[in-house]
Every structure is written in structure tokens, then in C-alpha cells.
């Protein structure tokens, strides 16, 4: 009696996982000992899958516990790898597992870029792989009892999960065999067995009987929700393993009734009630006799039906002798209890009770997004503060070198090189002076070329694949089921966008540069020159030598080194600001095992207002006293100005030494912005080659599934009739009809009958000709004459009796048929027995040069014989296989 069933095992295709997602490891994470265990831990990731997956499992708990890991891992690695169509694709292939397949295309299967399609299809052979061993327990004894209880119950809470999540996880339409109609079905079946396994496990501990009654009754209220599950949907009964399925389920779902009435009658016996008994067994006997008889293929109730039928005797020989209690009718009596204590088992990883995570330290993909704001955040933030103080360093600079100071101060002797400007040309030619500067300009372009020139291959591999796509989704239409290319490119071509418009405002910049060292290259070349030249091309000018001690000359001085150290507490203070770190990951960590997202914005803004907050006040405090400053050296520099002796040479001295504090400006802000900008773009060029990479990853894995589904088209394009359907012409449509109509009393022909062949004959006459297959009540109509036979044979035999090949002889054989399941030909049937002859159109003329004549039968003549080794009248030709006399079907039956 103990049939139980058991669930199939999906087959997958290899995938190599080391290659695509090493690869990802080695651009995300430095070299070094972290990036070798990540790799490491990666192979022992798909030796994990081989032995998962690709080889036979042992119906044994070692090969469930290694499916389980493996689908312990997989959701472990999920959040910590971007696996989607367009970052990381990794193509997963799975057959269907109840769809045997045909002798040409091969099963169904489905091959899609989630790693949600490869967890689900993981669990389902996990609770495939628990019914098997929950199949094999020897439920004799105590502990295969257990056993058995824990696998069902585990396959069907397995089963339950996929029926929640499978649409989810894969976003389209998955295979039958996972859909929720099918694991919906198979999780009612492993609960009504694992109920089943909790009645048995309660008959063996010898429980109440009204406990075990009620256990039954459960177990066939299970068994009845099963087989509705199986029956009532469209695409189920299709299987061959369901049509096995079913007829197992209605006898369950009747034993299992049977037992619970059998029990119950105890119950009432025990009760006194001896009619409930007698009806409940009366109940419980038909109940198996039905099994008996409709499913004893599938189950035996030998034991059980004897067992009632022992019972039902004793207790109506009871009845009848001794208590004569009334019988009652089946739907008097009251209902059996239900106790249900199989429950599906929830699913929650880990599952394995060995599981270890192999990518333990690995940020999960949401922390390290989250991370990647906070840094853009903090970029932001110390980008903001150092170019406040840049500014206003550069504004000062600027002020002081219109007012030529501090060379003014310098210059009182007016003969020699202020001090300052000797300074700042020893820095100039200490930096390597203009040629430096040029050989920078000279290789930005190269750069930002090379550049442009990664971006936009990277962007052509997209293109191409994409053209493709929509020329085999235009050729193909429907059938071309998978995600457009425009759609999956969205992401990658709004990202190569972004490049391309830093490129283009990093180009801008570059003209900037090049505009101002343009500007004040004759300056800087002046400054690159030795003291004795430089000293010689400044204008000499009269003494000032009356202003030297002066109080002007003191205040303007002091306000100078106030102003130097206000720069130098930038400086100072823009280290600081580079400096400071805070690792955000304990963070994010923390909020994420909380409250299962990350409130990256409030996080970030909160953290970022606490470290950088302090250094914000500090550097307004740093433009507040520059501007008390620069006020009062202008206000100073006015007195000065007013006190010091005016002439044109005194003035073209000033001007050059105030064009030359400015290129040396000039020169170190181009400096650090060619700098910047060769930076920008060695930075760039790595971040477009990872780009580059991606593109190629994504397009590499499109044409990989590309090639997949051209392949399944052509294989179901192979499976498809290849012979064309021709519509029969109206005439011999109606012949047909007339010819089929049965006369008078005679039985309707159920067989449709090809109609006949018409040719002109001369004189217009038209002979008869029995169609092809003899019918006896069909009407006659015209037939065309006989066939000359080919002139290449030597006559023979009896003169020929003008039947027509393919009319019925004499004798009443029929002639030879095509047999059952033969391909249709041409719409105008030929001779039996002259393959490749085919009746003309009407109105056909075979002579196109303009010779219109008449059809000749052919006449016998007398004495001539008929074809070469004729066979006797009302014979069959010889070497035809003989029919038996009844009448056999033209077309194949249904």
C-alpha cells in the first residue's frame, strides 16, 4: 500500500564561474593577499557546482547536504555580486525536468542571465532529491518514519518557496516544470505524504484511534487538494509523469479515507455504537473495492481490504445476533476530526547545517554602492573647502600683484632685482620652467584622444550587437524572446554618456589652460632666464630712497607677513581636509543588518557634517581675515603710492615687475591645472578600460545566448512539418462531397475520399472511373481514359482490358494504398503503380510553342497483349503486398 511519490531531478549545463567573476574581482579590489583569497574562494565556488550539480546524486543525505550548501552559497554571494544582463552575465541553462523531449529536438529547456533562476532551480532539485530519499526510507522502523516526515516536509516547504518567489527571481515566463501551477501541485502532493508518514508513524505506535483517524482524514483531505491541484490545470495532465501521477492520488486520497473510517469505527464500537460501525466499514469496503478496481495497477490494498472485511463480517455477525442496532445512511454520519500535523518546512538559509561562507569578508554589493556615494560625497565636500581657499589664495595673489607688492617695497633702489621676484624665479626653474609646461600641453591631447578613442569602441561593440539583435528580432518576430539590446544598453550607454560629457568639459578646460599660458608665456620665458638677464631686462628706475624707514613702508610690510601666514594656514589646512578618513562600511553594515536597507543620504550627510564641519568654519575664518587684510594694504598701498616719486620710468619699471609676479602666478596655477588634468585623464583611461571590459563581458554573454536561441529556433524549426498545405481546387472539393454521399439505406462513409482526376479526352467524351479507394454506395462519376503504357517494353502477356491503374479489378481485392501516417503529395493524386505522373489543370496546355492538339487514348489493338507480365484478371499485381478484403482507411485514424 505504501506507493509514494517522488520528483525528478532538473539537469544543467556547465557554467564557469572563476573566469567572469574573478575577472570582476581583479577590477573592484587591489592586488594583494585579499583579492588571492577572493579568487581562491571562487574556484572553491564552482567545485562546489560541479559536485552540486555536475554528476548523478546518490538518493543519500551527504548529496542533499551538498545541494543545500551550494544554495546556502549562492544566496550568500547574491548581494555581494551584481549579477544582472548588464553588469555581471553569467548564462545558466537548465532543462526541463518532466519534459522528456523528442527524438530530434530534445527536452525543453531555458537559459537565462539570473542568478535568482539558478537559485530557484537549485531548491527544486533539492526538494526533488528529498522525496527520492524520503522514497527509500524503510518506514518498518521508527527512524525511517522520521526520516521520511522531515524530507517531505522539507521538499514540500521547498517547493512552497519557489511557488512565492519563482516570477520574482527570473522576471519572465519560466519552464512548466517550475511555474507555480506545477510546484504549487507538487507541494501538495509531499504534504499529503508527509501527513501520510505521521499516520503510519501514529498506526505504529499504536495511538488512539480517534488521533489516527483524524490523521487519516487529513491525509485524504491532502490527498483530495493534490489531486485537484493536478487535474484542474491546463498545462499538467499534459505530462506523462502527472497522467502517472493522478491515478495514485485518487487512491490515496480513498485509502486514506478507508483507513479513517475504519479507525473511527473502532471508536464507535468502543462507544457502543455498533450501526456507526457497520456503516462506517460498509463505507471503508467500497471505499477499497473502488481502488481495487480502478487503480490496482498503481496500489494494493489487499491487506487493508481484508482487514475491513474481517471487520465488517464480526461486526454485522455482532449486529445480527446480538444487538440488531439500525444502520445509518453514510451521510448521517457525523465527521471525522482532521489533525494536520505535517507542515511545510520554511525556507530560510542557511540550510545546510555546515554551511561556511566563502566570501565572508566581501562587502555586499548595497554596502559597497552605499560606499561609493559616501566617497562621491566626501570628493564633493574636500573639493568644495580647497577650492574656497584656492580662490581666495589666487584673489590675494591677484590683489598683491596689481599692486606690485611686496616688489614695490623691494625696488626702493630701483637699479637692482627685488627680492621677491628673484625668489619666484628660482621656484619657476626649480619646476622646470617652460619647457615643462609645454611638454604637458603637448600630451593632453594624446591622452584625451586615447580616451575618446576607448569610448567610443566601447560603444561600437554595443551598437553592432544591438543592429543584430534587431535584425534577427525583425526576421524572427515573436520567437525572438529575449531582451532587446536597446533596453539592456540603457544603463552602459547613460554611463559612456556621462564619459563623453567629461571628456568634451575636460577638452573645454584644456583651452582654458592653453589660452592663459599663451597669455603670459613671454613673462614666464623671462623669468626662466639667469639674474644678469633678468636684471637687464627690467627698467632701471630713479631711487625712491626717501621712502626707505618710512611708517607706510613698515605697515605695508607687516600687513604682508600677515597676509603670507593666513596662506600658510591654508596650506595646513587643506592637508587636513585630504587627510581625514572615516570608514563608513561598519556603518552601513550596521544599518543594513537593522533594518535590511541602508538610508545612504541621511548617513552620509549626518557623518559628513560631523568630520567636515570644524574645517568649514575654519576656512570661513581664514576669508574673513584675508579680506580685513586686503582692505588695509589697499588703503596703505594708496599713502604709499601718493608718497613715492612719479616718472616713466619708475612706471615701466613697476609694470614689468608686476607682469612678471603674475606669470609666476600664472605659472603655478597652470602647473597644477595641466597636473590635474594629466591626472584626470590616467585616471579616466583606467576607468573607461574597465568600461571597455564591461562592454565587451555583456556583448561576449549576448552572443553566447544568441547563438543558444538560434540554435533551439532552428531545432524547433526542424520539428515543424516541413511539407507545405495546399488548399484542394473548388471541383474537386464538390466531386469529393457527391462522391462520399452515401445512397439509400447505406451506412455514411466516416473516411474522406480523394477525388479524382478530370483530362479532356477527344471528342469531348469522358469515360468512368471508380476513385481510388472502392466504395460500393458511391455514385459514379467521370474518370479519365487508361494510360498508354511506355513504349520501351516489349508486350506481353493477355491483351489489355482497359481497367485503369488504380480502379478497383474485377475481383474485388482493392488496389494497393499508401499505408496509415503517410505525408500527403501534390494536390492532383497520380496513378497507382506510375510514381512522378501528376494530372494536368484544366485548360493546361504542356505545348507552349502554339500546338494545340487533342488527347489521344490510347486503343488496343487486336491481338495485341497488355502489359508486360499482366497479372490475371481480378489479381493483384504480383509484388504488391496483399490486402485483406475488408476496406482499409485512405487516411490515418485519429
Known sequence: MATFISVPLKKSSEVDLVKPLSKFVTMNYPA????????????????????????????????????????????AVEPKFPFSE????????????????????GSVKLALASLGYEKTCVLFNAAALASQIASEQNLDSDEGLRAAAKYYQLASGALLHIKDTVLSALNREPTMDISPETVGALHHIMLAQAQEVFFLKATSDKMKDAIIAKLANQAADFYGDAFKQCQYKE????????????????????????NAELHQSILAKQNKHFGEEIARLQHASELVKTVASRYDEYVSVKDL??????????????????????????KDLANIGKA?????????????????????????????????????????????????????????NGVLASLNLPAA?????????????????????????????????????????????????????????????????????????????????????AEGGNFRSKLDVATNADGVVRERFNT????????????????????????????????????????????????????????????????????????????????????????????????????????????????????????????????????????????????????????????EGTKFYNG????????????????????????????????????????????????????????????????????????????????????QQTPQQPQPTQAKVQQPPARPPPPSFTPQGPPFTGTVPGAAPPGGNPPPMAPPGQAQGPPYPSYQGYPGYYQMPMNYNPFPMGYSMPYMPYQAQPGQPGYPGAPPAGQPYPGYPQQPPQQQPYYPQQ
Open 305 to 330: 481490504s481484508d482487514k475491513i472485511n474481517r471487520a465488517l463480517a464480526n461486526a454485522k455477525k455482532d449486529n445480527d445476533f446480538i444487538y440488531h442496532d439500525r444502520v445509518p445512511e453514510v
Open 520 to 675: 603670459h608665456c613671454d613673462m614666464i620665458a623671462l623669468l626662466c632666464k639667469s639674474e644678469g638677464e633678468l636684471n637687464a631686462a627690467i627698467p632701471s628706475a630713479n631711487p625712491a630712497k626717501t621712502l626707505q624707514g618710512s611708517e607706510v613702508v613698515n605697515v605695508l610690510r607687516s600687513l604682508l607677513t600677515q597676509l603670507d601666514e593666513v596662506k600658510r594656514e591654508r596650506e595646513g589646512l587643506e592637508g587636513e581636509i585630504k587627510a581625514a578618513t572615516f570608514d563608513m562600511t561598519a556603518c552601513f553594515l550596521t544599518a543594513m543588518d537593522q533594518d535590511s536597507s541602508i538610508n545612504e543620504e541621511a548617513l552620509s550627510l549626518s557623518q559628513l557634517d560631523q568630520q567636515y564641519g570644524q574645517y568649514n568654519q575654519k576656512v570661513q575664518t581664514t576669508l574673513r581675515t584675508q579680506e580685513e587684510l586686503l582692505g588695509k594694504v589697499q588703503t596703505a598701498h594708496q599713502e604709499f603710492s601718493s608718497l613715492k616719486q612719479s616718472n616713466s620710468d619708475a612706471n615701466n619699471r613697476e609694470e614689468v615687475l608686476k607682469k612678471l609676479a603674475s606669470a609666476h602666478d600664472s605659472y603655478v596655477e597652470i602647473s597644477n591645472n595641466l597636473s
Open 340 to 396: 494536520a500535523l505535517a507542515k511545510a518546512t520554511a525556507i530560510s538559509p542557511p540550510l545546510s547545517q555546515k554551511f561556511t561562507d566563502l566570501f565572508e569578508k566581501m562587502v555586499p554589493m548595497a554596502v559597497q554602492q552605499a560606499m561609493s556615494v559616501y566617497n562621491q560625497r566626501k570628493a564633493e565636500t574636500v573639493n568644495r573647502l580647497v577650492g574656497t581657499m584656492r580662490e581666495a589664495t589666487n584673489l590675494c
Open 32 to 75: 594583494g593577499e585579499e583579492q588571492t583569497e577572493y579568487i581562491r574562494a571562487l574556484e572553491e565556488l564552482n567545485k562546489l557546482r560541479k559536485n552540486a550539480l555536475g554528476r548523478p546524486l546518490d538518493k543519500h543525505d551527504s548529496s542533499l547536504e551538498i545541494l543545500l550548501r551550494y544554495f546556502d552559497q549562492l544566496s
Open 684 to 767: 579616466l583611461t583606467e576607468i573607461l578600460l574597465k568600461f571597455q571590459n564591461k562592454c565587451s563581458d555583456i556583448v561576449f554573454a549576448r552572443k553566447t545566448e544568441r547563438d543558444e536561441l538560434l540554435k533551439e529556433l532552428q531545432q524547433s524549426i526542424a520539428r515543424e512539418p516541413s511539407a507545405p498545405s495546399f488548399n484542394a481546387p473548388a471541383y474537386q472539393s464538390n466531386l469529393a462531397a457527391s462522391a462520399a454521399t452515401p445512397g439509400p439505406g447505406a451506412a455514411p462513409n466516416p473516411n474522406p475520399t480523394p477525388a479524382p482526376r478530370t483530362v479532356f479526352v477527344s471528342g469531348q467524351q469522358a469515360q
Open 86 to 105: 548588464n553588469q555581471l552575465c553569467l548564462t545558466f541553462t537548465w532543462k526541463d525536468a518532466f519534459d522528456r523531449g523528442s527524438l530530434f529536438g
Open 235 to 258: 498545462n499538467l495532465p499534459k505530462y506523462f509523469y502527472f497522467q502517472e501521477v493522478l491515478p495514485v492520488l485518487a487512491a490515496k486520497h480513498c485509502i486514506m479515507q478507508a
Open 409 to 493: 617695497l623691494e625696488d626702493l633702489s630701483g637699479d637692482t632685482i627685488p627680492q621677491s621676484i628673484a625668489e619666484k624665479s628660482r621656484a619657476v626653474v626649480s619646476k622646470g620652467g617652460l619647457q615643462s609646461i609645454e611638454q604637458l600641453i603637448r600630451d593632453l591631447p594624446e591622452l584625451m584622444t586615447r580616451n575618446r578613442e576607448i569610448l567610443d569602441e566601447s560603444l561600437k561593440m554595443l551598437d553592432d550587437e544591438e543592429t543584430t539583435d534587431n535584425e534577427l528580432r525583425s526576421k524572427f518576430n515573436q520567437r525572438w524572446n529575449r531582451t532587446p539590446s536597446g533596453d539592456l544598453y540603457k544603463p552602459l550607454r
